[in-house]
């Protein structure tokens, strides 16, 4: 379930990558979104049905249409003898409370987020079983039997088909346009303030003011949220002389090219902003070593042998740790190594998947014991 009809953010690229690798034979999806659009179209090339339900935010004015999609999703609970609704977001969570209501329909909520939300104490009371997709999740909820019993932490996936080391990075460079002999930066995600974007734009000034030299190239790989922050990038940038080391490369198709090409992945993801963001094992994968902001669910992807973290909100702390790489290359070498390894061992799509079909397994089963 998704409320986007988009596939431009963490939630609903792994909510894709999932049903891409769910074994068939086990798990049959479907999917509800709002309407046509890039997600109707990639889950229906996947062999995925897809059908369209308004998920409307939970505001006074609202509540009508929420009734309204809880209705038609009961109808189809009932109409396709469904098992499991499994939304990720607290809006979507109570519309699914809603729906189930009457039916043997179970909830399972992927929990993504490690910021708290208002209505968490009810619907953690609604839902038969939570996935979160790092340790840290858990701590939005209270410490009853009843959650304890039905949390599972499974931790997300990259396709390792493409989230891999380059076999030739010299000649992957050459191909993107990008110099040999520069270190590179690449920042991954909705280029947003809450994501850091603009202290890794002043931490970018700092290294240029310091040897080496010439200071590091930064790539930015997302859709600008507001388009407006755009402008403030560049003006910062201008301003510090760095504007000609900054490449927009706005929403991609092919970032793992990006990452495979870069030395480092920088994250400065404010705290309670995301969970377990995705682009620090997709980076990994790539061999590129993460810099992520010190924060919970950053702090369960990024070990000390394989990235490091940072103070939020440092310009000066990111420019520390990125200076410290392109000093200690051998440093840089192992982490690099090591990233690798744990995301092939850790953060494998489908070893995410198998956990998933699991947990389904055990809670339907217990259902029907039940009945």
Not at 105 to 122: E, K, M, Y
């Amino acid at each position: 379930m998704s409320h986007y009809p988009h596939l431009r953010m963490g939630g609903q690229r792994s909510m894709a990558l999932l049903i891409e690798h769910l074994d068939r034979r086990i798990v049959e999806p479907l999917a509800i979104c709002p309407g046509p659009g890039e997600l109707t179209d990639h889950l229906t090339a996947l062999g995925c049905p897809v059908v369209h339900i308004p998920l409307h935010p939970i505001k006074l004015r609202t509540l009508p249409g929420v009734w309204d999609s809880s209705r038609r999703i009961r109808a189809l609970l009932r109409q396709r003898a469904i098992d499991i609704l499994a939304p990720d977001a607290p809006r979507d969570v109570l519309t699914c409370g809603l729906a189930k209501l009457g039916t043997q329909a179970l909830l399972v909520w992927f929990v993504r987020l490690t910021g708290p939300d208002r209505l968490d104490p009810l619907l953690e009371r609604l839902a038969d079983g939570f996935i979160g997709d790092s340790n840290a999740t858990r701590t939005r909820f209270s410490s009853s039997p009843r959650v304890t019993a039905r949390y599972r932490t499974i931790v997300g996936g990259a396709d390792l088909r493409r989230f891999r080391p380059p076999d030739d990075r010299g000649a992957l460079r050459h191909e993107l346009g990008l110099p040999a002999d520069r270190f590179v930066l690449v920042f991954v995600g909705q280029v947003t303030r809450p994501k850091g974007i603009l202290e890794i734009v002043d931490a970018l000034a700092r290294l240029h003011a310091t040897p080496p030299s010439p200071g590091p190239l930064l790539l930015i790989a997302g859709a600008p949220r507001p388009p407006e922050i755009t402008g403030e990038i560049e003006a910062r940038a201008r301003a510090s002389g760095v504007w000609t080391d900054v490449r927009l490369l706005g929403q991609r198709e092919d970032v793992h090219r990006w990452m495979q090409a870069a030395d480092v992945l920088l994250s400065g993801s404010y705290r309670d902003t995301e969970g377990m963001s995705r682009v620090l094992y997709e980076a990994m994968a790539c061999g590129a070593v993460p810099i992520a902001t010190d924060i919970p669910g950053n702090r369960d992807a990024v070990t000390p042998d394989t990235g490091l973290l940072v103070p939020e909100r440092s310009a000066d702390a990111i420019a520390h740790a990125v200076t410290s790489l392109r000093q200690h290359p051998e440093r840089l070498a192992e982490l690099r190594a090591q990233g690798a390894r744990r995301a092939r061992e850790t953060f494998d799509i489908r070893s995410h998947a198998r956990g998933v079909e699991a947990f389904y397994g055990e809670l339907v089963g217990n259902l029907r014991r039940r009945g």
